[in-house]
């Protein structure tokens, strides 16, 4: 891992997000306009349980900051009670590090162990794993996220792909 890096400017996209070492996100155009406002809660919890892993090998935080709200213990139990207002927020991204392909690949493995059925909704989780381990590249990787999990074109051509699999397994 390198240095901590602070850097207000956004990585170029698509993104791989790892939160609570069992969630996949890819954050892409239509996915970071989500970020750009919050509720006084996630300000005060902070995101520091997610990781973004970009196509420049570099491991990311998120920060979100705003001079609207103030942290402190009437604002803190309003959020957590009755009054937890949203407020538009400036993105600044810290590099916490760096990666190999092959890391990424296995903490995505890891979070497909943990799964609930969230990210094996059309295929096995064995075949899943597969699929990423093959995967080349960064590119490679977020097409096969896409295909087998966000971004299902053809679940009737997928499930017959992970049953050829599973046959000849």
């Known amino acids: 891992m390198t240095n901590t890096n602070q850097t207000s400017e956004q990585p170029e996209l698509p993104l791989i997000c790892i939160y609570k070492n069992k969630g996949i996100e890819i954050i892409n ?23 973004m892993y970009s196509s420049e090998m570099n491991i990311l935080n998120l920060e979100q900051k705003t001079d609207k709200f103030k942290n402190t213990k009437w604002n803190r139990f309003l959020a957590k009670t009755i009054y937890n207002p949203s407020f538009d927020v400036t993105l600044n991204w810290k590099q ?27 295929v096995d989780a064995d075949f899943f794993k597969y699929k990423i381990d093959e995967s080349s590249d960064f590119t490679h990787l977020i097409d096969n996220l896409n295909k087998y999990r966000f ?8 499930w017959k792909e992970n049953d050829e699999w599973n046959n000849k397994k």
Not at 35 to 40: E, L, V
Not at 97 to 116: A, F, H, V
């Open 29 to 51: 155009g239509e996915t970071i306009k989500f970020f750009n406002r919050t509720s006084a809660n996630s300000l005060i919890l902070g995101k520091d349980d997610a990781e």
């Open 96 to 122: 916490i590090g760096t990666y190999k392909l092959t890391e990424l690949k296995t903490k995505i493995k890891d979070c497909i162990d943990k799964d609930d059925d969230i990210l094996t909704q059309f």
């Open 151 to 158: 971004d299902i074109i053809d679940e009737e051509s997928i």
